[in-house]
């Protein structure tokens, strides 16, 4: 199995947006939920978005409501993590993994887990 890889983190300045992407290239990809987590510096990692296999069903973290949206592309094996109105507290490295327990937020229900990809917000 091979792990997803993560990809468009970068910097931003406060106010702006970014759009991470979480690609696999193993076809069952598609068939499983999957999570946004990220972890800031001296922190635990928390859970950011989540989404079913069928881009149905999505779940936010409270901070992140209104200004996030997670989608997925199964044909490309592909989710994508949109995220508005940046704040320096977004700053952390950002992490994708699968579930087959559905959209969850605890960590604990995911597998298979990319490096990760950095975000810092800072003017």
């Known amino acids: 199995q091979m792990q997803p890889v993560e990809s468009g983190g970068g910097l931003v300045q406060p106010g702006g947006s970014l759009r991470l992407s979480c690609v696999a290239s193993?076809?069952?990809?598609?068939?499983?939920?999957v999570g946004w987590f990220r972890q800031a510096p001296g922190k635990e990692r928390e859970f950011v978005a989540s989404i079913s296999w069928t881009g149905v069903w999505t779940e936010y973290a409270d901070s992140m409501k209104g200004r996030t949206t997670i989608s997925r592309d199964n044909a490309n094996n592909k989710v994508d993590l949109e995220m508005n109105n940046l704040k320096p507290e977004d700053t952390a490295v950002y992490y994708c993994a699968r579930s087959a327990n559905g959209a969850q937020r605890e960590e604990q229900q995911y597998d298979l887990w990319g490096q990760g990809t950095q975000v810092t917000v800072s003017s």
């Open positions: 193993e076809p069952t990809f598609s068939t499983y939920a």
